[in-house]
Nanobody
Framework: VQLQASGGGLVQPGGSLRLSCAVS????????MGWYRQVPGKQRELVAS???????YYTDSVKDRFTISRDNARRAVYLQMTNLKPEDTAVYYC???????????????WGQGTLVTVSS
């Protein structure tokens, strides 16, 4: 099982980016999907998550600016980021809870990280 994240880059303050993360490999089911971010010297923080019922969570600092969504048919999760601020600069990681076999429990899987830089 692999997670492939994409969509990071350099953007000016107030700009937008869309992150994507796709799951490949043989799996039984996908449950919670989410995005974390990390800056040097700080702990990785949860930015947004979406469960199998499409219930969503956002950390306070991104509410009304970021939107998380998922496409179960494509086994993908997205993060639409608008009105980006310099403090959003970080490496963003997708995180997915995957059950690889019917008889196994869910496991944590992480994408490789994609850098988002917000700067003028």
């Amino acid at each position: 099982v692999q997670l492939q994240a994409s969509g990071g880059g350099l953007v000016q303050p107030g700009g937008s980016l869309r992150l994507s993360c796709a799951v490949s490999g043989t799996i039984f089911s996908i449950n919670d999907m989410g995005w974390y971010r990390q800056v040097p010297g700080k702990q990785r923080e949860l930015v947004a998550s979406i469960n199998s019922k499409h219930n969503v969570y956002y950390t306070d600092s991104v509410k009304d600016r970021f939107t998380i969504s998922r496409d179960n048919a494509r086994r993908a999760v997205y993060l639409q980021m608008t009105n980006l601020k310099p403090e959003d600069t970080a490496v963003y990681y997708c995180h997915v809870m995957i059950r690889t076999h019917q008889l196994l429990s869910d496991n944590h899987f992480w994408g490789q990280g994609t850098l988002v830089t917000v700067s003028s």
